[in-house]
């Protein structure tokens, strides 16, 4: 893209943006707040054990973690340091080649997700899900459903 040759927002997809950028960091702000005065876990922790938890074998190689969370290699390789440190992971090489790395949900992880799931949902319906109406949360799923992929396929940088 060549910057200085894009076309201006007009004002109401300006309007859009902002409301999108400002009220997307609100949210994740008070999320990660809430999760991390409740359990000590981050938004990075839940959503690494999430995947995890949701894994055949509770087990991901560290390249598709990578690209499932949208982090750069190593983001996600300094996450799972992190995770290993406090018993929620562990890192082991890969069960059907042996050449990579695995992330591996431990039992001390599950039992850690088990109890924030509840706390987590709480805030999420408290801050989201609740102020939304059925046509709204159609329209973000379907916004949201579109625009998630295309937006993980493209390359994690730094």
Same mark, same amino acid.
């Given at each position: 893209?060549?910057? @200085?040759?894009?076309? $201006?927002?007009?004002?109401?997809?300006?309007?859009?943006? *902002?409301?999108?950028?400002?009220?997307?960091?609100?949210?994740?702000?008070?999320?990660?707040?809430?999760? %991390?005065?409740?359990?000590?876990?981050?938004?990075?922790?839940?959503? #690494?054990?999430?995947?995890?938890?949701?894994?055949?074998?509770?087990? #991901?190689?560290?390249?598709?973690?990578?690209?499932?969370?949208?982090?750069? $290699?190593?983001?996600?390789?300094?996450?799972?340091?992190?995770?290993?440190?406090?018993?929620?992971? %562990?890192?082991?090489?890969?069960?059907? =080649? @042996? *050449?990579?790395?695995?992330?591996?949900?431990?039992?001390?992880?599950?039992?850690?997700?088990?109890?924030?799931? $509840?706390?987590?949902?709480?805030?999420? %319906?408290?801050?989201?899900?609740?102020?939304? =109406?059925?046509?709204?949360?159609?329209?973000?799923?379907?916004?949201?459903?579109?625009?998630?992929? %295309?937006? *993980?396929?493209? $390359? #994690?940088?730094?």
């Amino acid at each position: 893209m060549v910057l @200085g040759m894009t076309e $201006p927002l007009s004002d109401s997809q300006q309007a859009a943006w *902002r409301a999108f950028v400002e009220s997307s960091w609100a949210l994740h702000t008070r999320l990660e707040d809430e999760l %991390r005065a409740a359990t000590g876990l981050s938004m990075a922790d839940y959503h #690494v054990m999430v995947v995890l938890s949701e894994a055949h074998e509770h087990r #991901v190689r560290m390249g598709e973690l990578a690209s499932q969370l949208v982090f750069s $290699p190593s983001r996600c390789t300094y996450q799972i340091a992190s995770m290993v440190k406090r018993g929620l992971v %562990r890192k082991q090489s890969c069960s059907d =080649d @042996g *050449r990579g790395q695995e992330a591996v949900l431990t039992d001390a992880g599950m039992a850690a997700l088990t109890a924030a799931a $509840p706390l987590h949902l709480a805030t999420v %319906r408290e801050l989201f899900i609740d102020d939304l =109406d059925d046509a709204e949360i159609a329209t973000v799923t379907r916004v949201f459903g579109r625009l998630g992929p %295309r937006l *993980r396929s493209l $390359p #994690v940088t730094a």
